[in-house]
């Protein structure tokens, strides 16, 4: 069964960064497309990032384009979110999740063609 781990949230202030990571287990980490979400208080999910199972495709929400980068780790079987430039809205638990798939340039931006979730992890930016 695949188990995804997030870590790396925390309290930073505007301006600053920080690197979330999501560890997997189970089956072939090289077999998923992975992608981050995030939900603030009272908001409903949304899309962050996401990245194809090849690594070489990576797609952004406008909202984090530029600031954020998605990249993945064959080896550590692990994702990460890399978070610069951080604004108080980037207020939010955020999600990892990964979907099992054969094609290898492809990335996915809906919540629902992810096949596991992470626990989340929660980032506070202070102004």
């Known amino acids: 069964q695949r188990q995804l781990a997030e870590s790396g949230g925390g309290l930073v202030q505007a301006g600053g960064s920080l690197r979330l990571s999501c560890a997997a287990s189970g089956r072939a980490f090289s077999m998923y497309a992975m992608g981050w979400f995030r939900q603030a208080p009272g908001k409903e999910r949304e899309f962050v990032a996401a990245i194809s199972r090849s690594g070489g495709n990576t797609y952004y929400a406008d909202s984090v384009k530029g600031r954020f980068t998605i990249s993945t780790d064959n080896v550590k079987n692990t994702a990460y979110l890399q978070m610069n430039s951080l604004k108080p809205e980037d207020t939010a638990v955020y999600y990892c999740?990964?979907?099992?798939?054969?094609?290898?340039?492809?990335?996915?931006?809906?919540?629902?063609?992810?096949?596991?979730w992470g626990q989340g992890t929660e980032v506070t930016v202070s102004s």
């Open positions: 999740a990964a979907k099992t798939t054969f094609y290898s340039t492809t990335y996915y931006s809906k919540g629902v063609e992810y096949d596991s």
